[in-house]
C-alpha cells in the first residue's frame, strides 16, 4: 500500500517561558514508536512532559497517543489530529516540554502542542513511499548490452550482477505485465522471475 512519509524532523517554539521541542520520526511500527520515545525520555530525562501521538501503520489503524501528565485531552489528542490532517502515516510526533513557570490553560496548552506538531510536520521533507513487485533476469552479456536502456526505461534496476552472465534485478509497478514486456525485450526468449516485494521511497511536495 502506498503512503507519505517523511524524513526525521525536530522544531522549536517557546511560549511563556515554556520550551516545547517537537520529533517527528518516521517508525517502523509500534516497537520502533516505543524505542524513539524511550530515547526521548532517556535525552530528556529532566522535562516537564513527553507528550506525543503515532500513526504505525500504512493503513492508520495502528494509532497511539499520550498525554504524559498534562491535563487530558491537551496534548496528545491535538498532536494526533495535526498528525492525521497531514495525511502522513508511519510517523510519530513527540513534543517535549520543560514548564517555563506561567500556567497556558487547556486552550493554550491545545493550541502549543498543535503548533509544535504542526511545525514539526511541515518543516519535514515529505517521501512518497510504494510497494513495487521485485524480479530477476538473467542475460547472456551480448542481450543485456542490447536490452539494458529498454530495462533502465521501462522499470527501476536496483541491481546488476556479474558472472558467466549478467543478473538484473529489477522492481516494476503492481499491476505491470512485466512477462509481456520481457518477451518483448528479448523476442520471447528470456522470461522474469518475481522474487517477492520491495518498498521505494521519493521525495514528495505536499502542501501542508
Same mark, same amino acid.
Given at each position: 500500500?502506498?503512503?507519505?512519509?517523511?524524513?526525521?524532523?525536530?522544531? !522549536?517554539? %517557546?511560549?511563556?517561558?515554556?520550551?516545547?521541542?517537537?520529533?517527528?520520526?518516521?517508525?517502523?511500527?509500534? !516497537?520502533?514508536?516505543?524505542? @524513539?520515545?524511550?530515547?526521548?525520555?532517556?535525552?530528556?530525562?529532566?522535562?516537564?512532559?513527553?507528550?506525543?501521538?503515532?500513526?504505525?501503520? *500504512? @493503513?492508520?489503524?495502528?494509532v497511539k497517543f499520550s498525554?504524559?501528565?498534562?491535563?487530558?485531552?491537551?496534548?496528545?489528542?491535538?498532536? $494526533?489530529?495535526? $498528525?492525521?490532517?497531514?495525511?502522513?502515516?508511519?510517523? $510519530?510526533?513527540?513534543?517535549?516540554?520543560?514548564?517555563?513557570?506561567?500556567?497556558?490553560?487547556?486552550?493554550?496548552? %491545545?493550541?502549543?502542542?498543535?503548533?509544535?506538531?504542526?511545525?514539526?510536520?511541515?518543516?519535514?521533507?515529505?517521501?512518497?513511499?510504494?510497494?513495487?513487485?521485485?524480479?530477476?533476469?538473467?542475460?547472456?552479456?551480448?542481450?543485456?548490452?542490447?536490452?539494458?536502456?529498454?530495462? !533502465?526505461?521501462?522499470?527501476?534496476?536496483?541491481?546488476?550482477?556479474?558472472?558467466?552472465?549478467?543478473? %538484473?534485478?529489477?522492481?516494476?509497478?503492481?499491476?505491470?505485465?512485466?512477462?509481456?514486456?520481457?518477451? *518483448?525485450?528479448?523476442?520471447?526468449?528470456?522470461?522474469?522471475?518475481?522474487?517477492? !516485494?520491495?518498498?521505494?521511497?521519493? @521525495?514528495y511536495e505536499q502542501a501542508?
Amino acid at each position: 500500500m502506498d503512503y507519505i512519509g517523511i524524513k526525521d524532523n525536530k522544531s !522549536e517554539i %517557546v511560549i511563556k517561558k515554556s520550551r516545547f521541542i517537537a520529533y517527528a520520526y518516521a517508525i517502523d511500527g509500534e !516497537e520502533d514508536a516505543q524505542s @524513539k520515545l524511550a530515547f526521548l525520555r532517556k535525552k530528556y530525562y529532566d522535562s516537564t512532559h513527553v507528550c506525543y501521538a503515532y500513526i504505525a501503520d *500504512e @493503513k492508520g489503524d495502528l494509532v497511539k497517543f499520550s498525554d504524559d501528565g498534562e491535563p487530558g485531552g491537551t496534548a496528545g489528542q491535538p498532536i $494526533l489530529e495535526v $498528525l492525521r490532517k497531514s495525511g502522513l502515516k508511519k510517523v $510519530l510526533v513527540a513534543v517535549v516540554r520543560y514548564f517555563g513557570g506561567t500556567l497556558l490553560g487547556a486552550g493554550g496548552l %491545545v493550541r502549543a502542542y498543535s503548533q509544535s506538531a504542526s511545525d514539526a510536520l511541515r518543516t519535514a521533507e515529505k517521501i512518497r513511499y510504494s510497494v513495487r513487485d521485485l524480479y530477476s533476469v538473467s542475460l547472456d552479456f551480448s542481450v543485456y548490452k542490447k536490452i539494458s536502456p529498454k530495462i !533502465e526505461r521501462a522499470f527501476s534496476v536496483e541491481k546488476v550482477g556479474y558472472t558467466d552472465v549478467v543478473t %538484473v534485478e529489477f522492481s516494476a509497478a503492481k499491476g505491470t505485465n512485466v512477462d509481456e514486456i520481457m518477451s *518483448e525485450f528479448t523476442l520471447g526468449k528470456v522470461g522474469a522471475r518475481r522474487l517477492g !516485494e520491495i518498498v521505494k521511497g521519493e @521525495k514528495y511536495e505536499q502542501a501542508f
